[in-house]
């Protein structure tokens, strides 16, 4: 069954219009990429989807289940199953880890246990009275995930989960989303830069330029298509 579906998706900010129809759709319990450079409108799609206060949708409909989230609260969009994980993994950087998943269990309309997200992360769980601000990026990844684990979501968004992160922590979190997506069954949309991070956890991947869809690919015409990853990629 189809979970969330983009279409011809128009959005923009006071300095003009960044997604000029985009679409895309994501299956349920799927593992989905959203690929492209520097500035294509990544963010701003997720942003969109998650229903930010920027940038603002111009047109087109997106569609979670049965529900069109065009004007819907964001918290609203979260109760009904959609984790957003912003770029910058917020995380409240006074609050311990216990803290911070408590916060996000308190907020969900149908969140899981805190046990059973800490078992999930067992680092979290050895570190589960320390500060947010006082852990590594990569820690603090996993923090910001495992906070949208808590929600108990049908669907992950996640921004450049890799980003600035040493290559080990890398492996770590993409096995973390393989497993959130295999074993809990929930639908992962991932905007990446990282190509062969995106290539290594995803199975289907869509590449955005300059605010549109231009290729959507499998992983296996994404390796071997160089042409394709040089043009819209620059790898
Ligand atoms: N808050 C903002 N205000 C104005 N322009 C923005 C804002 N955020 C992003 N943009 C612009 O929108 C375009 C797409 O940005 P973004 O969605 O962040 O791209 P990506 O995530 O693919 O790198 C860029 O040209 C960027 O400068
Ligand atoms: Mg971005």
């Given at each position: 069954m189809t979970l969330l579906t983009v279409e011809n998706l128009e959005a923009g900010y006071e300095t003009g219009q960044v997604l000029f129809g985009v679409d895309l759709v994501v299956e349920e319990s799927e593992l989905v990429s959203l690929l492209g450079r520097n500035g294509a409108g990544k963010t701003t799609t997720l942003r969109s989807v998650a229903g930010?206060?920027?940038?603002?949708?111009l047109g087109g409909e997106i569609t979670f289940g049965s529900e069109q989230?065009?004007?819907?609260a964001p918290y609203s969009i979260a109760q009904r199953g959609l984790s957003f994980v912003p770029e910058a993994r917020?995380?409240?950087?006074?609050?311990t880890v216990r803290e911070n998943i408590r916060l996000a269990i308190n907020h969900a309309s149908d969140p899981k246990d805190l046990e059973t997200v800490l078992d999930f992360f067992p680092e979290l769980s050895e570190m589960?009275?320390?500060?947010?601000?006082?852990?590594s990026g990569g820690e603090q990844q996993m923090l910001a995930i495992a906070r949208a684990l808590a929600a108990n979501p049908q669907l992950m968004l996640l921004d450049?989960?890799?980003?600035?992160?040493a290559p080990y922590i890398v492996r770590r979190i993409e096995d973390i989303i393989a497993e959130i997506n295999d074993q809990q069954g929930i639908a992962v949309l991932l905007v990446e830069q990282n190509v062969a991070a995106a290539v290594a956890v995803a199975d289907r991947h869509y590449i955005l330029d300059e605010g549109r869809i231009v290729e959507s690919v499998s992983t296996t015409q994404l390796r071997e298509n160089e042409e394709m990853r040089q043009r819209y990629l620059g790898v």
């Open positions: 930010a206060a920027e940038p603002t949708v989230l065009a004007g819907v917020r995380c409240f950087p006074r609050l589960r009275e320390k500060q947010a601000r006082n852990m450049e989960p890799f980003e600035g992160l």
